[in-house]
C-alpha cells in the first residue's frame, strides 16, 4: 500500500509541484534508464521510453489509487511502456526470455563444488564456501571492496542484475519487484539466489587472493 509520504507527494503532484516531480525524476530517473534498457535496442530509445514513462505518470496521477507503493506503481508504468516500444523496435530477444529463467539451464553454484554421484558422500560440498572470518572488517567495508561488489553486480545478466540491484542496493521487497516487473514468485526467487551465487563467488576469489597476497 502507498504510504503517507506517498500519498502526500501524489497530492502535490497533481497540485503541479514541479519540485516534487524533479525530486521524483533524480531518486528514479537513473534506475528507470537501466531496466528500459533492457527492452530496447539502443541508449537512445531507452532515454525515450523513460521520458514516455513520466508523462504517463502525470497523466495518470488522478487514477493512482494507493493500493501499492507510489514507486512500484512508476515502475511498471515504465515497464509497460518499454515493452510496448521494444515490440515496436522488434528487438530480437523476445521479453520471456528475459523474465523466465529455466531452473535447469543454469546452476546457482558450479557443480564442480559438490560430490559426483559415485561419491561415498554424494552431492556433498567438496568444496566449501570459503569463510571470510580471517579478512579484517576495515577490508570487508572498504571502497574497493563495494566497488568489486558492483563491478560483479554490473557483469551479471540483465535480469539477474536488476533482480539484484532492486532487493539488495535499493532495498526493494520481493512483492515490489515483482509486482514492477511483472515476474512471478518463483523467476523473481531464483534470479535473486543466482545472482547473489554468483556475487558471492566473485568475493571469494577476491578475497581469495587477498588472503594469498597477505
Not at 503517507?4 to 519540485?19: I, M
Not at 558422500?121 to 563495494?146: A, C, F, I, N
Not at 526493494?172 to 515476474?183: G, K, M, P
Not at 534470479?191 to 588472503?211: C, D, G, I, N
Amino acid at each position: 500500500m502507498a504510504s503517507p509520504e506517498d500519498l502526500q507527494l501524489v497530492r502535490a503532484l497533481r497540485a503541479g509541484d514541479e519540485v516534487a516531480f524533479m525530486m521524483l525524476v533524480e531518486r528514479y530517473g537513473p534506475a528507470m534508464l537501466r531496466l528500459a534498457r533492457m527492452y530496447v535496442p539502443t541508449r537512445v530509445i531507452a532515454e525515450d521510453v523513460v521520458q514516455e514513462a513520466w508523462l504517463g505518470v502525470l497523466k495518470g496521477l488522478d487514477g493512482f489509487q494507493g493500493r501499492s507503493s507510489l514507486r512500484t506503481w512508476i515502475f511498471r508504468i515504465l515497464v509497460n511502456t518499454a515493452k510496448t516500444r521494444g515490440q515496436r523496435e522488434s528487438r530480437s530477444i523476445p521479453f520471456s526470455s528475459l523474465w523466465s529463467p529455466n531452473p535447469e539451464s543454469e546452476p546457482a553454484v558450479d557443480p564442480e563444488r559438490f560430490r559426483s554421484a559415485g561419491d561415498a558422500s554424494p552431492y556433498g560440498w567438496l568444496d566449501r564456501p570459503t569463510s571470510w572470518e580471517g579478512v579484517p572488517e576495515d577490508r570487508l567495508l572498504s571502497q574497493e571492496t563495494l566497488d568489486h561488489i558492483q563491478a560483479s553486480i554490473d557483469g551479471l545478466p540483465p535480469n539477474q542484475r536488476e533482480v539484484i540491484r532492486l532487493r539488495d542496493v535499493l532495498g526493494w521487497s520481493s512483492e515490489e519487484v515483482r509486482e514492477a516487473l511483472d515476474i512471478s514468485a518463483t523467476n523473481q526467487r531464483v534470479l535473486l539466489h543466482r545472482a547473489r551465487s554468483k556475487v558471492r563467488a566473485a568475493l571469494e576469489r577476491y578475497f581469495q587472493e587477498e588472503m594469498t597476497k597477505a
